[in-house]
């Protein structure tokens, strides 16, 4: 607990104005459609032009945000994931071929005299390289979250590169700070996958408020802890616990609970960031060259990926996201400084350059199916003639209902229109899960990413008279994004649509949906509809008892 106890420690007066700051510029850019994320940044600008400086505050608030995000990834992770060729092949090969595209480009440069290029020596050169190598995890998890993209096939394929790229980051810093891991490690590991069991028993008991928020805490903060005890990084301790609790169903709602949290003290990262840039005329210049680094990345990555069987609309989104510098560079360059390896002069350049991909990324991200949809066909152009697993042909036979996203609300749906439309009924869901519901026999499932157009050209029609799709998606926009592309794919039937917000209703009709169900307006009405009915059979049951009573005393008589 020694993380918060820091925080609230280090507050101070100003540091409320600053927050202030970060809410009118984050509201601002909101209100033209952009991520809250670029305003954080804006404001950590101006308060830099100001001559603001950082606080203790805000550097906590910075990591115990990074903290929770990395646990709540490690919640939602699924370590199969990461050992697909189209994750650690394409991690491995993009690093290597960044690092080395630029170690060149560097050379060149200091072959012609430029003054702090020329200073570099081979070393200082291949770390820049490397550090520019990276992609930040916090922002392709926040414009994830923003459009609906956690669950999708290239927010999978994206945070499983980012999870392939920490551990690269891990190593480095093991490595660069002669900081070999503890040969309690592997016992401390070892020990804590033993503890599984006892870590899900006390999930379990957590209930379902404040001690469950709590509970997660504990095990983020702690996690980090204990690895660091072991020279370990700290963050990957948050991951791996939450890891550990990845299959528990309850994990969901843990990540959940933490959200919040979450994202409040992410503002403190983006507006540290914005606040510790100071501008010159020298490091601006170098920043805006270092930037075009940028699309020689986003076309490495779409590359790669579709080379590794992706399929070009996917691989763009994921190569989107991807496309910017991270704060995983900035720490392998303060490293470098604190050895002596680097000019100081790069950790601000460094510093700018992690903004600057930022500010370039997020409308590259907002409008990245617009940019996708201009050029389709030159994309597919590159697509591997083989497919990954689960992206055959999909051919409805007898279907009159599909229910897309397999949650808690989906699996509650397809139960109760099973009894209506028996087998008549599908369920989609790009989880490995719903492939143990098909095989075991639970329920009649296809594994697919249902916000996707190309999933949908994957689908032909067969003796089908398909009225209804229900989309039961936790989050929105991911029903929004499935609306979209049901309606572009040719769908006249109706569409109905889960949303917890009265806002959410108009854009979900705007976009095709014809029927919304608020879960928080209506609990209410299906509450009493659910009473009514068991009040019903129970006065049925009495009146057949009544009767069947009536008639035994009669023939007795």
Known sequence: MDTLNTLFASINYRDPVWIAVAYLCGFLIWQIKLPPMVGYLLAGFILSVSGATGGEFLDEMADLGVTLLLFTIGLKLNIKQLLRPEIWAVTTIHMALITLITAFVLVLLAAVKIPIFSQMSTQSILIVSFALSFSSTVFAVKVFEDKGGMASQYGRIAIGVLIMQDIAAVIFLSVSTAKIPSVWAAVMIGVLILSKPILIFLLKRAGHGELLILYGLVLALGGSSLFELVSLKGDLGALFFGLLLAQHPKSGELAKSLLSLKELFLVGFFLSIG?????????????????????????????????????????????????????????????????????????????????????????????????????????????????????????????????????????????????????????????????????????????????????????????????????????????????????????????????????????????????????????????????????????????????????????KN
């Open 275 to 555: 606040i510790s840039v100071v501008i010159t005329q020298e490091t601006l210049l170098i920043t805006l060259f270092l930037l075009l680094i940028i699309p020689i990345k986003v076309i490495l990555f779409n590359t790669l990926f579709m080379r590794f069987k992706v399929r070009a609309r996917p691989s763009s989104l994921a190569s989107f996201s991807l496309g910017n510098f991270s704060e995983f560079g900035l720490i392998v360059t303060a490293i470098a400084v604190n050895n002596q390896w680097l000019d100081p002069q790069w950790l601000a350049i460094m510093a700018i350059a992690v903004v600057g991909s930022f500010v370039i990324a997020s409308p590259l991200n907002v409008f990245n199916t617009n940019i996708y949809d201009l050029m389709p066909e030159f994309l597919q152009k590159f697509e591997h003639k083989q497919r990954l697993p689960g992206e055959d042909l999909i051919v409805l036979k007898n279907t009159r209902v599909l229910i897309c996203g397999m949650g808690r609300i989906g699996v509650g749906a397809y139960d109760q229109m099973h009894l209506k439309y028996d087998g008549n009924i599908i369920g989609i869901d790009f989880d490995d899960a719903c492939e143990e519901h098909d095989k075991a026999g639970l329920r009649n499932t296809i594994r697919g990413d249902a916000t996707s157009p190309d999933f949908w050209r994957r689908v032909k029609i067969e003796n089908v008279d398909l009225s209804l799709v229900m989309l039961c998606m936790p989050n929105y926009k991911s029903n929004v994004n499935a609306a979209i592309a049901l309606r572009e794919w040719g769908y006249k039937g109706e569409i109905a649509a889960v949303t917890k917000y009265k806002d959410e209703e108009q854009e979900l009709h705007q976009n095709g949906v014809d029927i919304t169900f608020n879960i928080y307006a209506e609990i209410g009405t299906g509450f009493a509809q659910h009473v009514l009915q068991q009040n019903a059979q129970s006065e049925d049951a009495a009146e057949l008892i009544s009767e069947y009573a009536s008639e035994t005393i009669a023939e």
